[in-house]
RNA sequence: GCGGGGGUAGCCAAGCCUGGCCAACGGCGCAGGACUUAGGAUCCUGUCCUUAGUGGUCCGAGGGUUCAAAUCCCUUCCCCCGCACCA
């Protein structure tokens, strides 16, 4: 073990010392490739190396087949994940802690990590080195870039400037998440902001005013197309709501919905309680359907959700049903409120028809279950059933006026957008749980009037990134496709954020930050520029506009830019130049996750504003290694630490793990059992080129032959799968189908020093992309010259089909005797083998010679054969053989045909394999031909001789 | 519901696009053997049923096209992912 730790250390120093990592413009063919870089989140486990080895391996090849490779890499620090990271160590959070170290981190480096800032330098850090390096990636480091640098937020800016200029960043209101004191905050799953509710939603309600004297009762809700089923309203009796102002109407609803109302809408203001009591009994008029409704009491109704206030359409919501039940059958419940229990004398209105339900699916649903209270655990279940039904498969039946007909979907819109035109509606959005912020305050959604966007949903944009698609190399093939709906479906997205967030500036309003994935579209191009401020050659005050336009769009002279800028004219000459000649992007590798985010906004942005020749060309997308359940969780524990599992099963056991284990476009479990046999892979892969180095024998014939030929086939067939970056095809190849033939040419009896060398020469250079450190490990101790990552990929050498159909007849005739062997359970003293006759092998070219001119049939094959002396002797056995020839090869193909009719001498082929054939089997071997005088045949097997199959007898 | 992917022998997983050496690559697991009797090692053989190398059945299920289908067409069942949906 510690020696591939040591094998790896002294390969990856060779390689730096002689710069293999350093790209620069010369006269080869270019190929640039990234992997989209990662998020400053914390540490990475196993299975994010998955993506980033395939990157390292195709670029390796590419280089090796005379390319020149650029393979930057940087990572992508914007947001807050580095600043609630740096907050929480700054507490000494104990499980933040816990976490860190238990991931390696050196305890003497936690004081570092209190800054956001610090957790960035130290997490790329950490990347680079722990990650990337020890994995023994050839990347050009001088290029490193961050997401948060200066730098590279001028880039960021520039790029912006370039998409107002095309008129793509659009100004409309929109509803994001935002904590009372702190500002807007992100709502996802890791919960960097959070304290809590991370996996809320904002959901859009729709606000029905149900006029009430002249004040208006609201109710939320998320089905606006049931209202023509509306029978009553809700009000808790013990909740005490509030009457608001919003604009010139008078609003009630609950107390926590009034105080979320005013972050959403202008001119609210409260005007006093109201208790829930008083409201009961009172009539209202339904919006749309202008019925007056009673308002009746229900437990459910919580202030907290939507407006604290709910319409009641029992047809469709169990909810609602249940609660009128139970009024229904509790007639005294209404009367302690002073209310007379006809009131409740409702009937249901069927409004919508879903296939499979009666008229009322909630009727149906709760009857079904046996649903009885609003106590029973059951309900949600049919809620959620009945709802997704309804949206599904329903219909507006004929009590739905105009809507009739409509698919509820389609209604769902149509009758929110009337009623918001008419007055009777109004939207609100609401988180679907509690959010609290990691200062303690609740989250609520803040309406923002000025929020920026990009257009994407631009339609001449949108056609002409489709159409660039259509020629670009995009794997798997059915993202290809898929990538079409993508960019159609790609609407505007809001790309600035307020509040504290790592990033760039926004040009046009500095009070704005542009946010992540809006900064990590065109960034690849930015690599090209990085290694000059990187080296201090062009500062970030030099980082003007007209700087980016002249370097990437080419626009201006260089003279002029130099002087305006400061900039040496030979270093903005160099840069333009290195932009032309390595953009465009050849290859974009990311997880699946990037096919619906960053591959579209990538494609768009490149579309937008570089011009046609600098257009990305490839698009890979892999899928992930996941733990036993779903993905590899990098704060529940059980992920692999990266620089444990190299130290345990070597880095290009992991390597060759990742090419190998499956299709990159399928998930793959994590399972040590797996990766270490791919350490005994390697391991034996390794021992055997020393095996085969140390052959010094002759060349014997056949053997070498073929070895020689498959190796030829070897190195076509890794060429055909790179051709598409199918790493795992060529791995298959490279580890385990040359392993199985180098086994049978040892097996064999092959010694031949010079086949042997030549084969074990094209191997390494085959393993190099994959497992790099073994392979030049391999190649210094055999000799090799110089570096074997530096080596040309083994190019085209002829194949040599007779020794491989040779060998092929060879391992025929030991199958059938095993098989044989097998079923008879006999130890052979000895082994007679009766090759075909020669009116046999005439009948059967005959037959082929038909097959290929299309006439071959039963009674032609038999009357043309029959016509010869030599073979009508043989009399029926002669016609029975023409026969079942003929049947046979009806149904074969031209390449069978072809084997078939090829002329090998059986005979000398036997005789040659005798001894390797006797030591195998551990018996006497005997070689007949059928056409023997005196034949030795006691059981008369010889007869069932076949050209290409001979006859066989045990003993 | 929309969009996408998939069901292959104990497991994982190729092949299907360009039908034919496909009973179906390869790996793992398992069984037997060899070597060796230290090593999660290596090598050979076997691993649907049947059988002196044959024959039968087989690639979710059912039809069809074809001389020939895991591969093409139709029907059907099931699974997964994204979106959507859910006061």
Redesign the pocket.
């Known amino acids: 073990m510690a020696r591939f730790k040591d094998i790896e250390e002294k390969w990856q120093s060779r390689w730096h010392e002689q710069g293999l990592h350093i790209s620069e413009r010369d006269e080869r063919p270019k190929f640039m490739i990234i992997f989209a870089y990662p998020g400053v989140t914390g540490y990475l486990h196993v299975g994010h190396m998955r993506g980033y080895t395939y990157v390292d391996a195709i670029s390796r090849y590419m280089r090796m087949n005379g390319h020149n490779v650029l393979f930057p890499v940087g990572t992508h620090a914007t947001g807050n994940g580095a600043i609630s990271l740096a907050s929480r160590v700054a507490a000494r959070d104990p499980d933040t802690i816990d976490y860190l170290l238990r991931n390696g981190c050196p305890e003497g480096s936690l004081p570092l990590l209190e800054t956001p800032e610090g957790v960035v330098d130290f997490f790329n850090d950490v990347y680079v080195n722990d990650y990337w390096k020890r994995f023994g990636f050839l990347c050009d480091w001088r290029r490193f870039t961050s997401s948060i640098r200066p730098d590279y937020n001028r880039f960021i800016q520039w790029q912006f400037r370039k998409l107002m200029e095309l008129g793509l960043l659009i100004q409309k209101p929109y509803y994001a998440p935002a904590c009372v004191e702190c500002g807007p905050v992100a709502v996802d799953p890791s919960e960097t902001d959070l304290s809590k509710g991370g996996n809320a939603?904002v959901?859009?309600?729709t606000l029905l005013k149900f006029r009430c004297g002249d004040e208006y009762l609201i109710a939320?809700?998320?089905?606006p197309e049931t209202v023509f089923g509306q029978t009553n309203f809700?009000v808790n009796p013990d909740v005490d709501y509030v009457r608001v102002r919003v604009g010139d109407e008078t609003w009630i609803v609950s107390e926590p919905a009034s105080r979320k109302l005013t972050h959403q809408m202008d001119d609210v203001s409260p005007l006093g309680p109201v208790a829930g009591t008083e409201l009961l009994g009172m009539m209202c008029a339904a919006p749309m359907i202008g019925r007056e409704i009673p308002v009746l009491p229900?437990a459910?109704?919580?202030p907290n959700?939507?407006t604290?206030l709910?319409t009641s359409v029992p047809s469709d919501?169990p909810?609602d049903l249940v609660a009128l039940r139970e009024l229904q059958r509790d007639p005294d419940k209404l009367r302690s409120y002073g209310l007379d229990p006809s009131i409740a004398d409702i009937d249901i209105i069927p409004i919508i028809d879903i296939e499979g339900y009666g008229p009322c699916a909630a009727v149906d649903i709760v009857d079904r279950m046996g649903v009885e209270d609003g106590r029973d655990p059951r309900l949600p279940e049919a809620?959620?059933q009945v709802?997704?039904d309804?949206?599904?498969?329903g219909r507006m039946n004929s009590n739905c006026g105009t809507y009739e007909g409509l698919r509820v979907?389609e209604a769902?819109e149509r009758m929110r957008d009337d009623m918001l035109a008419s007055g009777e509606a109004s939207l609100f959005h609401?988180l679907?749980e509690e959010v609290v912020c990691r200062c303690g305050k609740p989250v609520m959604i803040r309406r923002v009037d000025d929020q920026w966007f990009i257009d994407y949903g631009n339609p001449e944009l949108t056609a002409r990134t489709k159409e660039h698609c259509k020629g670009m190399g995009i794997f798997p093939s059915?993202y290809y496709?898929?990538v079409q709906?993508v960019l159609d479906?790609f609407r505007e997205r809001a790309c600035v954020r307020q509040g504290n967030w790592l990033g760039t500036r926004f040009p046009f309003d500095e009070g704005w930050i542009i946010e992540a994935i809006s900064d990590s579209t065109l960034y690849p191009v930015y690599y090209l520029i990085s290694s000059y401020a990187n080296e201090g050659k062009v500062s970030e005050a030099q980082m003007t506009e007209p700087f980016f336009d002249h370097v990437i769009l080419g626009r201006g002279e260089g003279a002029d830019v130099s002087q305006q800028t400061g900039i040496d004219a030979d270093v903005l000459r160099s840069i333009k130049a290195d932009v032309a000649y390595w953009y465009p992007l050849d290859l974009n590798l990311g997880g699946?996750e990037h096919m619906?985010v960053h591959f579209p906004a990538f494609l768009f942005n490149h579309q937008a504003i570089m011009p046609d020749d600098l257009l990305p060309r490839g698009i890979f997308v892999n899928w992930y290694i996941t733990g036993k359940k779903g993905k590899i969780s990098k704060s529940k524990g059980g992920a692999q630490p990266i620089p444990g599992a190299a130290e345990r099963f070597g880095v290009d056991s992991l390597r060759l793990y990742y090419a190998h284990?499956?299709?990159p476009f399928?998930d793959?479990e994590w399972d040590e059992?797996?990766v270490?046999?791919y350490r005994?892979?390697v391991?034996?892969v390794m021992?055997?080129v020393e095996e085969l180095h140390s052959l010094d024998g002759a060349d014997r014939g056949v053997a070498d032959r073929w070895l020689r030929s498959r190796m030829a086939r070897h190195v076509e067939a890794t060429r055909r799968h790179m051709d598409h970056y199918d790493l795992?095809?060529m791995a298959?190849v490279v580890y385990?189908?040359i392993?199985?033939d180098i086994?049978?040419y040892l097996?064999r009896g092959g010694r031949d020093r010079a086949t042997a060398r030549k084969a074990v020469d094209a191997w390494l250079r085959m393993m190099c992309p994959i497992t790099p450190h073994l392979a030049e490990e391999a190649w210094e101790s055999i000799g090799g010259q110089g570096l074997l990552s530096e080596a040309e990929y083994p190019g085209h050498e002829d194949y040599d089909a007779e020794s491989e159909?040779a060998e092929?007849y060879l391992r025929e005739?030991?199958?059938?005797v095993?098989?044989?062997l097998?079923?008879?359970g006999?130890k052979p003293e000895a082994l007679h083998l009766y090759t075909a006759p020669a009116w046999k092998s005439k009948v059967m070219s005959v037959a082929v010679t038909m097959a290929e001119q299309g006439s071959l049939s039963i009674p032609n094959l038999t009357k043309s054969v029959m016509s010869d002396e030599n073979v009508r002797s043989h009399g029926k056995a002669a016609s029975e053989f023409a026969k079942k020839v003929a049947t046979d090869m009806?149904?074969?193909?031209?390449?069978?045909l072809e084997?078939l009719s090829a002329d090998i001498d059986e005979a000398g082929l036997l005789g040659e394999a005798r001894p390797f054939l006797e030591s195998?089997l551990g018996c006497e071997v005997v070689v007949h031909s059928s056409d023997e005088d005196d034949l030795y045949d006691p059981?008369s097997?010889a007869r069932?001789?076949v050209p290409m199959?001979?006859?066989?007898?045990?003993?």
Not at 813 to 816: K, P, R
Not at 890 to 896: K, L
């Open positions: 939603e959901n859009e309600y939320a809700t998320l089905r809700w229900a459910f109704c919580d959700v939507g604290g709910v919501a909810d809620k959620k709802y997704k309804g949206h599904h498969l979907e769902k609401d679907s059915e496709n898929n709906g479906w699946k619906t284990v499956a299709s399928a793959v059992d797996i270490t046999s005994q892979r391991e034996r021992r055997m795992r095809q298959n385990f189908d392993p199985n086994r049978w097996r159909l092929s005739v030991m199958e059938d095993n098989e044989i097998k079923v008879t006999i009806m149904r074969r193909s031209t390449s069978e084997r195998e059981q097997k069932a001789s199959r001979p006859a066989i007898y045990l003993e």
